[in-house]
Protein backbone atom coordinates (compact mmCIF):
# COMPACT_ATOMS: atom_id res chain seq x y z
CA UNK A 1 0.00 0.00 0.00
CA UNK A 2 1.11 3.21 -0.75
CA UNK A 3 1.57 5.83 2.12
CA UNK A 4 -1.54 7.98 2.40
CA UNK A 5 -3.80 6.07 0.47
CA UNK A 6 -6.60 3.48 1.84
CA UNK A 7 -5.85 0.24 -0.02
CA UNK A 8 -7.35 -1.41 -2.34
CA UNK A 9 -9.95 -2.95 0.26
CA UNK A 10 -11.63 0.15 0.47
CA UNK A 11 -14.96 0.25 0.00
CA UNK A 12 -16.22 3.98 -0.40
CA UNK A 13 -16.33 5.02 -4.21
CA UNK A 14 -15.15 1.56 -5.48
CA UNK A 15 -14.85 1.07 -8.83
CA UNK A 16 -15.65 -2.70 -8.69
CA UNK A 17 -17.94 -3.94 -11.40
CA UNK A 18 -20.80 -5.48 -9.47
CA UNK A 19 -22.45 -8.63 -10.40
CA UNK A 20 -25.08 -8.39 -13.72
CA UNK A 21 -27.27 -10.93 -14.29
CA UNK A 22 -28.72 -10.75 -18.63
CA UNK A 23 -31.29 -13.09 -18.43
CA UNK A 24 -31.90 -14.47 -21.74
CA UNK A 25 -33.20 -17.27 -24.17
CA UNK A 26 -32.59 -18.90 -26.99
CA UNK A 27 -34.30 -19.83 -29.52
CA UNK A 28 -33.92 -23.85 -32.07
CA UNK A 29 -35.47 -22.54 -35.35
CA UNK A 30 -36.88 -25.39 -37.73
CA UNK A 31 -39.63 -24.68 -40.49
CA UNK A 32 -42.25 -25.84 -38.69
CA UNK A 33 -41.73 -25.57 -35.21
CA UNK A 34 -39.75 -22.47 -33.01
CA UNK A 35 -37.94 -24.45 -29.99
CA UNK A 36 -37.26 -22.33 -26.92
CA UNK A 37 -35.06 -22.72 -23.84
CA UNK A 38 -34.78 -20.39 -20.99
CA UNK A 39 -33.94 -23.27 -18.59
CA UNK A 40 -33.09 -26.94 -19.03
CA UNK A 41 -36.94 -27.04 -17.15
CA UNK A 42 -38.41 -23.95 -18.60
CA UNK A 43 -39.09 -24.66 -22.55
CA UNK A 44 -41.29 -23.72 -24.98
CA UNK A 45 -42.32 -25.42 -28.25
CA UNK A 46 -44.25 -23.25 -30.77
CA UNK A 47 -45.28 -23.38 -34.33
CA UNK A 48 -43.06 -21.16 -36.65
CA UNK A 49 -46.39 -19.33 -37.98
CA UNK A 50 -47.60 -16.00 -37.19
CA UNK A 51 -49.60 -17.73 -34.17
CA UNK A 52 -46.88 -19.22 -32.91
CA UNK A 53 -44.77 -16.20 -32.73
CA UNK A 54 -47.58 -14.39 -30.92
CA UNK A 55 -47.38 -17.28 -28.57
CA UNK A 56 -43.53 -17.05 -28.03
CA UNK A 57 -43.41 -13.17 -27.37
CA UNK A 58 -45.92 -13.38 -24.59
CA UNK A 59 -44.08 -16.01 -22.66
CA UNK A 60 -41.13 -14.18 -23.13
CA UNK A 61 -42.82 -11.72 -21.85
CA UNK A 62 -44.63 -13.51 -19.00
CA UNK A 63 -40.59 -14.44 -17.73
CA UNK A 64 -39.76 -10.95 -17.84
CA UNK A 65 -37.13 -11.68 -21.48
CA UNK A 66 -35.71 -8.94 -23.21
CA UNK A 67 -33.13 -10.64 -24.97
CA UNK A 68 -32.92 -13.52 -27.08
CA UNK A 69 -30.35 -15.69 -29.39
CA UNK A 70 -31.49 -17.58 -32.62
CA UNK A 71 -29.29 -19.65 -35.03
CA UNK A 72 -29.91 -18.41 -38.73
CA UNK A 73 -31.56 -21.08 -40.21
CA UNK A 74 -32.24 -20.90 -43.99
CA UNK A 75 -34.33 -18.35 -43.71
CA UNK A 76 -37.28 -19.86 -41.19
CA UNK A 77 -36.10 -17.77 -38.59
CA UNK A 78 -36.97 -14.18 -40.86
CA UNK A 79 -40.54 -13.73 -39.80
CA UNK A 80 -40.49 -14.20 -36.20
CA UNK A 81 -36.89 -12.24 -35.98
CA UNK A 82 -38.63 -9.50 -37.03
CA UNK A 83 -41.75 -10.30 -34.82
CA UNK A 84 -39.88 -9.62 -31.57
CA UNK A 85 -37.89 -7.27 -32.79
CA UNK A 86 -40.86 -5.05 -33.51
CA UNK A 87 -41.99 -5.23 -29.96
CA UNK A 88 -38.84 -3.96 -28.65
CA UNK A 89 -36.82 -7.24 -27.92
CA UNK A 90 -33.19 -7.55 -28.54
CA UNK A 91 -32.61 -10.43 -31.13
CA UNK A 92 -29.50 -12.03 -31.73
CA UNK A 93 -29.24 -13.97 -34.80
CA UNK A 94 -26.15 -16.14 -34.76
CA UNK A 95 -24.95 -17.77 -38.21
CA UNK A 96 -24.48 -21.54 -38.56
CA UNK A 97 -20.53 -20.63 -38.92
CA UNK A 98 -21.08 -19.30 -35.62
CA UNK A 99 -22.62 -22.37 -34.14
CA UNK A 100 -20.49 -24.83 -35.68
CA UNK A 101 -18.21 -24.85 -33.19
CA UNK A 102 -20.70 -25.32 -29.99
CA UNK A 103 -21.85 -28.68 -31.80
CA UNK A 104 -18.37 -30.17 -31.53
CA UNK A 105 -17.71 -28.63 -28.03
CA UNK A 106 -20.63 -30.33 -26.90
CA UNK A 107 -20.43 -33.43 -28.40
CA UNK A 108 -23.28 -33.39 -30.66
CA UNK A 109 -23.27 -33.62 -34.65
CA UNK A 110 -25.78 -32.23 -36.99
CA UNK A 111 -29.30 -32.91 -36.13
CA UNK A 112 -29.98 -32.82 -39.78
CA UNK A 113 -28.67 -35.61 -42.38
CA UNK A 114 -28.67 -35.95 -45.86
CA UNK A 115 -30.88 -38.69 -46.63
CA UNK A 116 -30.43 -38.51 -50.63
CA UNK A 117 -26.58 -40.02 -52.04
CA UNK A 118 -24.47 -36.63 -53.40
Known amino acids: ?36 ALTSRQRLQVDNNPEGHSALSAWLR ?4 KRVGIEASGG ?26 MQSFTCSGPKTTRSMPL
Not at 1 to 25: F, P
Not at 82 to 100: G, N, P, Q, T, W
Open 62 to 65: KHRL
Open 76 to 101: YEQAVVRKLRRERFVVIVFSRDRCAP
Open 1 to 36: MVEGTMGSHHKERSTKMGKHNTLCAGIDTGKRKLDL
